[in-house]
């Protein structure tokens, strides 16, 4: 039989519970042993739906269990720091929800801790695992388009997530537009160099006491001289929106859609197609395929595709487009870099 290795999840909310499942059920080369949520009634209910054979509320049951390889952490962002110190302490390899942490003095400590430690670390940037993002990349690489020169990101959730996640995300940059910063990154194969950021409070007016907006827009300028933007709403009342878009030298690519299945019905009144509605249908196949992936580098030895510096540099990204929408100003990232 297939080694398998023995992993847990931590944090069972609106994305490890999926991961939980996923695990569970159609990863071969991992078995899913412990679960983790601070919530008690959540871990108990999804161990026994999933036939998981351990819950707990402590997180260092997991890391200080011998028996234990690997752990998923999908806590809240404000949690990740402690839990990823914790990871590398025990010698677990860990796959890290995004963002990797809240702040760069937080992604500094932790970068040259995991180099002490060894850390295998993979960071859930799971578009670069989604078929279409892929696809784009293939393309990009086999000189389809040219040299690229702009990059687009629209990413549109339906609505705010609830207030208490808001409180604990970092805000919109750091947040959400920080999975359009990785593969901006990751598609123009350059680093950014400045930010420009706007924003405002369009629908939620909780978000202000958070500093945090439901809108926004930033310019990038990369390194290699490209340039692009990125759009984030929290306002999309029609469904779950990701798309961009390459423009090379030589041709354009255009990444993603609306659509969840591909028919229209037409009738009499007009032609109606649906819309995908959240993350875990629009990225149900990026979600299976990085975890796969990260077990797979585990068992294989190769290092996983989006590391803790990957991690660090979209951080590096996001929070310089925040502090360029709290000063108004393009911010450059010459002076904030920390790798
Ligand atoms: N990759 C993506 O597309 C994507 C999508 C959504 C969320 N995320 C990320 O996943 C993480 C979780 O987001 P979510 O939307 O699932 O959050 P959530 O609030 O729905 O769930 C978080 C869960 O963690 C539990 N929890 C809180 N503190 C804990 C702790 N110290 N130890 C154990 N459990 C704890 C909570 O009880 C809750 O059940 C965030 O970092 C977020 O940025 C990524």
Known sequence: MNRKIRCAVIGLGRLGYWHAVNVKTKIQSAELVYICDRNEELAKKVSIELDVPNFTT????????DRIEAVIIASPTSTHFELL????????????EKPLVSNLDEAKEIFEIMKRHNTICQVGFMRRFDPAYAEAKKRILRGDIGKPIYF????????????????????IFIDMAI?????????????VEAVSAHGKVLKYPFMSKYQDVDQSLCYLEFESGAVGDVESSRNAHYGYDIRAEVIGTEGTIFIGGLRQHNIQVLTSSGAVHDIVQDF????????????????????EGYQPKVTVEDGVKAQEIAVAAQESFFKQEKVSLKTSKIL
């Open 58 to 65: 402590n997180p260092s049951d997991i890391f200080y269990n």
């Open 152 to 171: 687009r990101g629209i990413s549109r959730d339906p609505a705010s997530p609830p207030e208490e996640f808001i409180k604990n995300s970092g805000g």
């Open 85 to 96: 110190k914790e990871a590398a302490f025990s010698n677990k390899a860990v796959f890290v």
């Open 280 to 299: 875990p249908t629009r990225f149900k196949d990026a979600y299976y395929l990085e975890l796969e992936d990260f077990f797979n580098a585990l068992l």
């Open 179 to 191: 999975h359009d910063f990785d593969i901006a990154r990751y598609l123009m194969e350059s680093d």
